[in-house]
């Protein structure tokens, strides 16, 4: 807050808070994508991601150990 101010600004949704806080509305576009969008193209992401990494646990647990 510089200078000692800060926004205040009327919401009606989470979605309208969060769009301010990060620069973009849920429902708007900022590079032609959503909020939502983004969020559920990382969670896919990172599932992906986790499911690669079971995988590679699995198969390093069924080599037999010397």
């Known amino acids: 807050m510089p200078n000692g101010k800060f926004h205040i600004y ?17 429902d708007g576009h900022q590079d032609s994508e959503t909020i939502i969008e983004m969020v559920s193209r990382r969670l896919k992401e990172l599932s992906l991601g ?14 037999p150990k010397p």
């Open 10 to 26: 009327p919401v009606r949704t989470i979605d309208q808070g969060v769009g301010i806080l990060i620069g973009m509305t849920a």
């Open 50 to 63: 986790l499911k690669e990494f079971a995988a590679l646990e699995r198969d390093e647990s069924a080599e």
